[in-house]
Each structure stands twice: as C-alpha cells, then as structure tokens.
C-alpha cells in the first residue's frame, strides 16, 4: 500500500525552531511537497524536494532522503501565523495525483 | 491572476440527493484534481482531468464522478448521498505538465449530508 506518517501534533514556543517529520512508503515516487493549511482554509503549498537535500525557502526548509524514504519541514523564527496542519505529500505516477500524509498540526505558544 | 474558485462553498443536502460541485482553475491551467478531506480519512484523492480527459482516479465508488470542460472548468457529481460523504472538497489545479509537485487549491466546498 502506499502510506505516508507524520506525528499528530507538534507544540513550540514563538521564535523556536520545529521539525516535522514525514516518513513514506509509496508504488512510485515523484517528489516529496508540504502543505499548510489553516483551520478550514485551502491547503497552500509550501516547498517541494524531487532530489535529496535541502531546499530553503525564506524561514522554511526541506529535507529530503530518497534511499531513508524520509523527509522533513523545518520552521525557523516561528510566528503565531504559523500555527496550522502541515501535510506531506508524495506526487504518484505521471498525473497531478498527490497522496498526502497523515497531517501534523502544530501549535505555536507566545 | 485569479487563484482556484469553487462554488458553492457551502451546502446542506440529505440523504439520498445528488450534488454537483464546481470548480474553476487558475486561468491557464488545464490539470484539475478533487479532494476529499475528513477528520478521520485524511486528504483523499478523487479524481484528475486534464484536458477535458480523466487521467486518474481514487478509490471512491461509482456515486463519485467528475468531468471538465473545454474551458478548464470542472464539475463533481455525488450521487445517493450518504452521511459518510459529510466532508471539505477540495479541488486543485495546475498548468499540466507531469510530476506532482506544486498544485494550487481551491478555498474548498464543505458538504453536510443530513
């Protein structure tokens, strides 16, 4: 079957820096996204790695380990703004079929 | 550029009724693809279209069907309703070319079957 983890929740304080951890098990692999989404909002991307390493943008970065089938989301300098789910997704064959994990929602405190 | 618009954004239907959702892509875009969010299910893949063609499909059964239009525009058709279908449908576009990195949602349709 094809799965992809994510710790349920994450909790940390303003101006901290987290981690998100997504591990994937999936028939086809064409990269590994992140999305946020806020409390009933549309789901927004955040970053994509289709090679190994790190991609950074701005206060988020993104890791990628092709032969671990691991990847994470880390946030730098955190915002209260940046209290939401988070999810993973890994594209799945040549279509824009995305399967997403599980959903991590982090909780920022001031 | 106008981002991805779905109408309504809201509904109540009951059991047993059908519903047809819409959706309109970032102007450009010819990929289109559903979603079907709950608590307890997750993010789910429904369905794709690109150019007015199904590419793929998701394990939803028969009641669930879609078609796009030479415009891009694209529809979801929920047949006999369920209270299982209560969910936020989402819908995604993007230009179309392979790979599934970067789509771009819709603020959602949030259905409650009574």
């Known amino acids: 079957g094809q799965s992809l983890e994510q710790p349920s929740e994450v909790t940390a304080v303003e101006g901290a820096i987290v981690q998100i951890n997504c591990t994937y098990q999936?028939?086809?692999?064409?990269?590994l996204s992140w999305y946020q989404q806020h409390d009933g909002g549309a789901p927004t991307f955040l970053s994509y790695n289709a090679l190994d390493g790190l991609e950074e943008t701005g206060r988020f970065s993104s890791f990628l380990s092709r032969s671990d089938s691991y990847g994470y989301l880390l946030l730098q300098e955190l915002q209260m703004k940046d209290s939401a789910s988070y999810f993973c997704a890994v594209g799945s064959g040549a279509t824009n079929k995305l399967i997403f994990g599980t959903g991590t929602l982090l909780a920022v405190q001031p | 550029k106008a981002g991805v618009t779905q109408t309504p954004r809201y509904l109540i239907k009951t059991r047993g009724q059908q519903v047809t959702l819409s959706c309109s892509p970032i102007?450009?875009?010819?990929?289109v693809s559903w979603y079907q969010q709950t608590p307890g299910q997750g993010l789910q893949f429904l369905f794709e279209y690109f150019s007015e063609t199904q590419r793929n499909k998701g394990n939803f059964p028969g009641r669930f069907s879609g078609r796009q239009f030479s415009n891009s525009r694209s529809e979801m058709n929920v047949s006999t309703l369920e209270l299982g279908d209560s969910a936020l449908y989402l819908c995604a576009s993007r230009s179309g070319t392979s790979g599934g990195e970067t789509q771009y949602f819709g603020p959602g349709t949030r259905l409650l079957v009574l």
């Open positions: 102007s450009g875009h010819r990929s």
């Open positions: 999936t028939s086809g692999f064409y990269g």
